[in-house]
T-cell receptor, first 114, second 114 residues
Framework: GDSVTQMEGPVTLSEEAFLTINCTYTATGYPSLFWYVQYPGEGLQLLLKATKADDKGSNKGFEATYRKETTSFHLEKGSVQVSDSAVYFCALITNAGNNRKLIWGLGTSLAVNP | NAGVTQTPKFRVLKTGQSMTLLCAQDMNHEYMYWYRQDPGMGLRLIHYSVGEGTTAKGEVPDGYNVSRLKKQNFLLGLESAAPSQTSVYFC?????????????FGPGTRLTVL
């Protein structure tokens, strides 16, 4: 079945370091791909998304490119800040059927130290 | 717009007690979801609804019931709470397929069952 695999955390970085969080997926058809972020004590919110191969989603300095050939959607940021400390979830939604549900990765916790 | 709201924010129950969690959205979304979030297990779908008067089971429906009597509300019930239901519960909503696939999340309800 469809699935999402994220790199395990926690990830700990110093401020201004480069961030990569790996995400790979298995899906039939052509899924849309998402990154959601969960700040401490809050619900999840959409960070960025891409709906077709080679699309790049971007927001708040974060980027991810939909790579169909490697079935990946890795999240990157060139210079992280303390305020980026959060849990990041990769997810996909498939086009199969009408009751399309998000398939979630397990989340990757990021801690950024000043 | 308030977005997605959840009540209560926190609750402590004794084993065997019952309670209802309320989710409300003011975005006129068709689809609504209940998830639970547990450490190391990511988000797991409990039940969902594709419209007023409809409900369907997700990955982990046992021990929970739901109702969607009004489009804007989605209720999650625990008839006889068990310690295994200690978790953080999130509600989410989105428009029907064909529109934006973004799910909007509530702030969560932290439930402890003693």
């Amino acid at each position: 079945g469809d699935s999402v695999t994220q790199m395990e955390g926690p990830v700990t970085l110093s401020e201004e370091a480069f961030l990569t969080i790996n995400c790979t997926y298995t899906a039939t058809g052509y899924p849309s791909l998402f990154w959601y972020v969960q700040y401490p004590g809050e619900g999840l919110q959409l960070l960025l998304k891409a709906t077709k191969a080679d699309d790049k989603g971007s927001n708040k300095g974060f980027e991810a490119t939909y790579r169909k050939e490697t079935t990946s959607f890795h999240l990157e940021k060139g210079s992280v800040q303390v305020s980026d400390s959060a849990v990041y979830f990769c997810a996909l939604i498939t086009n199969a059927g009408n009751n399309r549900k998000l398939i979630w990765g397990l989340g990757t916790s990021l801690a950024v130290n000043p | 717009n308030a977005g997605v709201t959840q009540t209560p924010k926190f609750r402590v129950l004794k084993t065997g007690q019952s309670m209802t969690l309320l989710c409300a959205q003011d975005m006129n979304h068709e689809y609504m979801y209940w998830y639970r979030q547990d450490p190391g297990m990511g988000l797991r779908l409990i039940h969902y609804s594709v419209g007023e008067g409809t409900t369907a089971k997700g990955e982990v429906p046992d021990g929970y019931n739901v109702s969607r009597l009004k489009k804007q509300n989605f209720l999650l019930g625990l008839e006889s709470a068990a310690p295994s239901q200690t978790s953080v519960y999130f509600c989410a909503s989105r428009t029907r397929p064909g529109g934006q696939d973004t799910q909007y999340f509530g702030p969560g309800t932290r439930l402890t069952v003693l």
